[in-house]
């Protein structure tokens, strides 16, 4: 098991930047990929941004240039640098791991962005 706890999100103004942060606890040892998802009302859970234990990143279209995902050192938290923030990037955000096939999800942040 992994257990999943995020922290990092709140209200901010258009243009601004937010920083998450996810921990993971439990079978650490496990996971290849990390990643943040994200969901707004009324629509599905997207993809936000995923890496790889070996450090690869992959990112949705609409935050290529504005938002940057990486690891610590301890493998174990994956941070979500957001900038230049815009009000469509209001969602609850998901921190999410994949261990030996199996997907972890954490309670989710919520990101408000005003315009």
């Known amino acids: 098991q992994v257990r999943l706890v995020e922290s990092g999100g709140g209200l901010v103004q258009a243009g601004g930047s937010l920083r998450l942060s996810c921990s993971a606890s439990g079978m650490t040892f496990s996971i290849n990929t990390m990643g943040w998802y994200r969901q707004a009302p009324g629509k599905q859970r997207e993809l936000v941004a995923g890496i790889t234990s070996g450090g690869s990143t992959n990112y949705a279209d609409s935050v290529k240039g504005r938002f940057t995902i990486s690891r610590g050192n301890a493998k174990n938290t994956v941070y979500l640098q957001m900038n230049s923030l815009k009000p469509e990037d209001t969602a609850i955000y998901y921190c999410?791991?994949?261990?030996?096939?199996?997907?972890?999800w954490g309670q989710g942040t919520q990101v408000t962005v005003s315009s």
């Open positions: 999410n791991a994949v261990a030996y096939g199996a997907d972890y």
